[in-house]
């Protein structure tokens, strides 16, 4: 979310570069720093610190934002493993880096700007498209930030924003480069092709044992290596699971009816339409038109505007930020047009399209609502309650499916699992919890110990008991011989093809044609259509295509296809220019896109150098104690 609202900060040229250039500085290569004690400041830069606690702020929303696209909630264990903590901090070290060079440079943004700069963003604009007070406190409440931080965070944006722009604006290429590079990066390639595929080789002979073991040595763990294995059991109790058991007499619903009732009212609301004006003039000149018999499409046509501009939805009273508006809108009946009313932004005329009257509630409108959420309420602590009978229970050392029986509980067996959570037919088994802290939990433990309790972010509580366990292994030589031989005559044929490739387009860049050798196999050379730099597809793999693009017209090369096993071998056919595609729009969109390319390039050097100028250093040790709650975890 910060970064959303950076991006609806101030200025356009700062966002396109920040957030996807310091990325790519490889954090881990600053000087580390190493203390002797664990100090929850992750990096330094400058006289500046990045504290433990806004690096967890800033990765945990990371992780949730990650996490829609995996459709699951990430861990910071899965986040690390994917780099997420590093891209990160790497943000982060590159941002700060900008903020304390600013401010030496004396750059900076006064109060007003600022001000100005938030009232401004789309993030905190209300229905009717202006700053509002109630959606500025919620968003911010949402995404756990405070309006000092906010102010404060602003207010870097933009004195940062000051200092980019001066590196990256202006950056325009000249025309015979930006021409030179569409022609090339724009150049289309045919040629003729075979594809040679592995039956056109000998198949070697079974490989002697020396050969056999060398090749197990070299490649066994790559091709048979076998991951840990454990089977769990695990019991998890969450308020909703307690909350199904509860019962709340209905005394008790109506009381908390009467105190919840207002909640449950569904005040007047308003379909409105809203059209400003500049002056009063105009809006009364406007209004005079409805009286003749102009339509509020009409006006707002007139106007240039499309229904998405002029109308507003379906509003409350508090909805709306003008009071004025607000009392003109909710005294019009169904279909009228209030007068000219003054707005913060100038003069408007408001149409209520539809009046939707209040609605009061009933007791058995609401009382399922009311008994799941008193309900819910209460299971915490019921929660509680039930979750030290469960440690008392399994402090007898029964395992943990008996020890709970008596509490008519039940743990849900897994059977043997990856880290991952794929079973040994590589699918997830459907009693696996979705909970990936649970997964972590059964193999953090010993089997035969009694892993301690363990707590959800939503409050539940679980606990795992381990079962069978197969460690990680890489079969022994013997236990796998027939599909070690069989790897290695694949691979050994695979590399016989590319020999056969690579003297058959020697021979027809040494002068025979290719349709010449290719009789000798039984085929017919076939035309490519115009090949493009960089693409690939299922017969022409990238290496194929970037080697026929490395040579010239007639002569020849090869490259593994695509999608299989086969090669081909191809000779260049004609050369079509970039120039034919070199119009004048799309020239000037391509260099649009050197210029920014460019200015990444600047902006790149740029932070890399202010961020060595600054000393900067990352405290792996905190990295991992913030993320981990344990010093020299997290694999720093």
Known sequence: MLEQLRKNASG??????????????????INDIFTGTVDTTVATVGDEDISGELFML???RELQQRSQSFGRQLSTAEGQALGFDRRVLDQMVGRTALDVTARNLGLAAGEDLVIEDIRNDPAFQGPTGQFDAQTFQQTLFANGISEAFLVDDRRRYIARQQLVEAVSEN???PDAYAAALFNVLNERRKANYVVLTPEMVPAPADPDETTLQNFYDVRGQALFREPEYRSFSYLLLTPETVAESLEIPDDQLRD???????????VERRVLEQISYPTREEAEAARAGLDEGKTFAALADAQGLEPGDYQLGTLTRRDIFSEDIAEAAFSLGNGEVSQPVEGPLGWVLIRAAQVIPAVESTFEDVKDRLRDDLALDRAYDELFDLSNQVEDARAGGLPLAQAVADLNLEATQVPPVTNAGLGRDGRRPDNLPVHEDIIAAAFEAQPGDEAPMGELADG???????????EARTPPLEEVRARLIASWKEEEREAALLRLAADLAARVNGGESLR????????????????QRGMSNETFSRIAVN??????????TYGPVGFGNSVVLLQ?????????????????????QINQTVSGDLMYQYVNAVRQDLDARVNPQAVAYVIGGDEGTGGY
Do not use: C, H
Not at 547 to 556: D, T, V
Not at 572 to 592: K, N, P
């Open 547 to 556: 080697n026929l693009f490395s040579i010239g017209e007639g002569e020849a």
């Open 171 to 173: 950056v325009d290429m």
């Open 256 to 266: 908390e009816y009467a105190v919840r009732k207002a909640e449950f009212d569904q």
């Open 516 to 531: 010449s050798v290719a009789d000798e196999f039984g085929r017919t050379p076939l035309e490519t259509p115009a090949l």
């Open 572 to 592: 260049v056919a004609d050369i079509i220019s970039g120039e034919e595609g070199q119009t004048q729009d799309a020239l000037a969109g391509f260099r649009q």
């Open 58 to 60: 800033e990765y945990r």
């Open 460 to 470: 539940s509580f679980f606990w795992v008991e381990v079962g069978e366990v197969t």
């Open 12 to 29: 356009f040229v700062a966002q396109i570069f920040i957030g996807l250039l310091v990325l790519s500085f490889a954090v881990w290569g």
